[in-house]
């Protein structure tokens, strides 16, 4: 008899390397960013479905802020992507706030 533990390694999941590359690959498709840096990766449940949270440090754009603000910047952006775990799908892109400096 096969425990759920078992059972579950049989269904077809995407694994976390799959998941890095969706994420990088819809940052250039959706934000036109081409860099990006990988700075977290979590396993969670959003909306009732098992997601991988990749977040990507992409380059700000920091013509747009306004004057002394661009000093204190971060010249990062941090997305979170949430991915389906079982089908790959993005399912949502999320501003992920830092702590202030």
């Known amino acids: 008899m096969r425990t759920a533990a078992q059972q579950i390694e049989n269904c077809f999941m995407i694994d976390v390397k799959q998941a890095v590359q969706i994420a990088k690959a819809k940052a ?39 004057g002394f603000a661009r000093f204190s910047a971060d010249p990062l952006q941090y997305k979170r992507f949430l991915i389906d775990a079982e089908t790959g799908e993005l399912i949502a892109i999320q501003l992920r706030e830092t702590a202030s400096r």
């Open 28 to 66: 250039t498709e959706i934000l036109e960013k081409n860099s990006s840096s990988l700075e977290e990766i979590e396993r969670d449940t959003y909306k009732a479905r098992d997601v991988w949270k990749i977040t990507l440090g992409v380059p700000r754009d920091v013509d747009r802020i306004p």
